[in-house]
């Protein structure tokens, strides 16, 4: 019995191989990851623009989800290394922290919403470049993003590093929030968590100096409020009840509804990849919704 198991678990991967894959399961298993490769901004004219995105919240936004090792680039579409504090051409994992030297990291990255958001926003959008600031951080209730708190304030820091290596005509357009798994745990968080998250939107504009700055949310995985992660997660319902209605409690807001995006990774709580593409196209069909208003 155990040659046999040994035969069929060698035959599943010469298949794999053979099969030419290219998809990796992301830093989180030590796959190779895409090299980085500088970002140019030297064509960019005096008069065009680079709308800046920034991404927060827990780890559906960092991503889960396989990784293309051949991914298709913009050269438009840039991001802003959590790591090398610099500009590179966007590819997924936005989180990873792998240098150009060192691509493999494990630190929990996968393709998340934020490459798919750019590419449906490029060209669209009025900005002839885009720019990402990865800064989300895998299961952190929303409290880590409270006043003085590490996550909040390495996010301001980032929006000032980035827009301090970006050309002068950059402009911060509009923060992403993918969170809430974190604070589905128990009654006394949920209680909390509207005050918290209206707070959150009111304090990034006022720290950012935008009073307008949209803010764009996320239901979580509707797949959380069945069977095992039920338990564990028993709130998850009330809290997309919350993000789904932040636009009556704050202007400038909107929050993609993404329950019925049921694929998953395996784990019925982090996102697939292609579930990720669909979100990134619905975070940038809200965003353009809102600057055509």
Known sequence: MRNYWFTVTLLMCLGMLFAGDVHGQGSRGGSEQPALTAADFSTLKADETVGLFLLVGQ?????????DLEPVVDPRVKFFHLGERNWFVAREPLHALGTPDNVVRNDNSGTG?????AHSVIGKSGDARIGLIPAAEGGVPIRRYAPGERFYVRSLEMVAQAKELAPPKSELRAILWLQGESDARNAEQ????????????????????DPELPFIACTIGSFIAEGSRA??????ESINEILLRLPEKREHTACIDAR???GHVGDALHYNAEAQVEIGRRFAKAYLEMIKK
Not at 192 to 207: G, H, K, P, T, V
Not at 231 to 236: G, L, M
């Open 59 to 67: 780890s559906n936004m960092k991503g889960r989800g396989l990784i």
């Open 113 to 117: 919403p934020g490459t798919s958001f």
């Open 190 to 209: 949920v209680a909390a968590y509207e005050a918290q998250l209206l707070d959150l939107i009111d304090r990034y504009r006022r720290d950012l100096g």
């Open 231 to 236: 338990e564990r997660f028993p709130y998850s």
């Open 260 to 262: 019925d995006i049921t």
